[in-house]
């Protein structure tokens, strides 16, 4: 049983897909800070590319997209990719080798199969490919037999899907419908295509669910045969996210039920052989992802936990965020300004912060909390965060053993409210984030 704690619980923290998190970037950072990271970019790098536009918008969705439903709008913003592409492939030294090649939007499938291709073409001309892993995520609601050939041809080998729930009152009451058979349907398509490692994302704390439809969303996705599976609790935050005002706030579960989904999905696949990932993750036991959490090898970066080892990802496409090891920087949001900017051959960068030696340290720390759920801390950083520290503890939830953090078992829902112990930018900043849980 993980023991409820409500007040611990209570202020919304970040997900630390990144530290410092991009709630920090300011407007200090430009393209000469970006080319300057860029050319002394060698080894390891993953690729990151944005799509920002779905077919039909979801109310619940914090992403940064739109509605493909203007071709000439997005054949712009592909014109513009792709010199993006160009420009940045020309910048990287010879000794960068590109071994992963992640898409994520909105929809990568919301554009035409034959416009991923051309896609793909141009990261090969343009960067210094060294046989990349691809992944991509995907609509079910949009994707059909082309699709998934296109997606066989290229060589993707890992895919997730933006599932959600199975259940018909919760998909009505967040504005994203798709049968079952449909579900069934794009996964058996996606294996046809040669994907060995399938992701479903699903969701709880949605409106008018309870622990019922939450188990047989689970069930469906094991018999289903996702590799991996993602759990997020639903981020209810309408003063950010003006398309959530369509979701009845009245129909969300409270907090102690939200805690107590959150348990019985992790017991629950657990229990169906999944491999816990960090807090929100699991994995089958012979996925890359569920051995390189027992190797104690697991990375978070934008995208979550991820067994990507590359100290470099970067990223291309409006809002795309690349991180460097001194350097995170972001594009340009707005895809009209994005396009202004690629259109006069510079670099579309908005904002982002230089990492300091210091961001660096704690920034280890938090990660190493999150991936492994222990973390060796100095002196300076136990002194400081020992009285905070002691709640937890003396909660059974952590434990300080010869100068190392441990996050107990029982632990694990609070392991962000712990790691926020070591971010000072939260003790500076009242911006909201989400539920902690």
């Known amino acids: 049983m993980w023991p409820y704690h409500p007040d611990l619980l209570s202020t919304p923290v970040p997900r630390y897909t990144s530290y410092p998190t991009a709630a920090e970037f300011g407007t200090g950072i430009d393209e000469v800070d970006l080319e300057a990271a860029l050319v002394t970019a060698t080894g390891d790098v993953s690729l990151y590319l944005h799509v920002p536009f779905c077919e039909a918008i979801c109310w619940y969705c914090g992403c940064n997209t739109g509605r493909a439903n203007k071709r000439q709008r997005l054949a712009s913003y592909l014109d513009a990719l792709h010199r993006e592409i160009a420009l940045v492939g020309s910048r990287l030294p010879p000794g960068a080798r590109v071994r992963r090649i992640a ?12 416009d991923f291709v051309r896609l793909i073409l141009a990261l090969t001309q343009a960067f210094p490919l060294a046989d990349p892993e691809i992944s991509v995520e995907l609509d079910p609601r949009t994707l059909d037999r082309d699709w998934t050939q296109v997606l066989g041809r290229v060589g993707v ?30 996964t058996a398509l996606l294996r046809e295509a040669g994907v060995t490692s399938l992701n479903y994302d699903l969701m709880y704390g949605l409106p008018g669910q309870d622990r019922d439809a939450l188990k047989a969303s689970l069930a469906l996705t094991h018999m289903l045969g996702a590799d991996r599976v993602a759990l997020f609790g639903y ?9 959530q005002q369509k979701i009845d706030a009245a129909a969300l579960p409270g907090q102690a039920e939200r805690f107590a989904m959150a348990e019985f999905g992790h017991d629950w696949l657990a229990g169906a052989g999944y491999v816990p990932v960090g807090f929100d993750h699991f994995a089958r036991p012979e996925d890359p992802l569920a051995r390189a959490a027992r190797a104690g090898h697991l990375r978070r970066n934008f995208q979550g936990f991820t067994d990507d080892q590359a100290p470099i990802l970067i990223g291309l496409g409006a809002s795309a965020i690349s991180a460097f090891p001194g350097l995170l920087v972001q594009n340009q949001k707005n895809a009209g300004r994005y396009r202004m900017l ?27 909390l999150l991936c492994q759920g222990r973390a060796r801390l100095d002196a300076q950083l136990l002194h400081e965060s020992e009285r905070d520290l002691d709640r937890f503890v003396r909660a059974g939830l952590a434990a300080i053993r010869d100068g190392e ?33």
Do not use: K, M
């Open 342 to 368: 690629l259109s006069q051959d510079r670099l579309p960068v908005e904002r982002g912060l230089r990492r300091s030696d210091e961001d660096r340290r704690r920034g280890a720390v938090i990660a190493a």
């Open 157 to 186: 080998t890992r895919a997730s899907l933006g599932v959600q729930t199975f259940d018909a009152a919760a998909q009505v009451a967040i504005g994203r419908i798709q049968p079952t058979h449909l579900i069934e349907r794009c």
């Open 103 to 114: 898409f994520g939007g909105g929809s990568p499938n919301a554009i035409q199969p034959t």
């Open 235 to 243: 981020a209810h935050v309408p003063h950010l996210i003006p398309r």
């Open 405 to 437: 953090l441990v996050i107990a078992p029982a632990g694990l829902p609070y392991a962000r409210t712990i790691a926020a112990l070591f971010d000072p930018y939260r003790r500076q900043d009242a911006r909201r984030f989400s539920s902690a849980v």
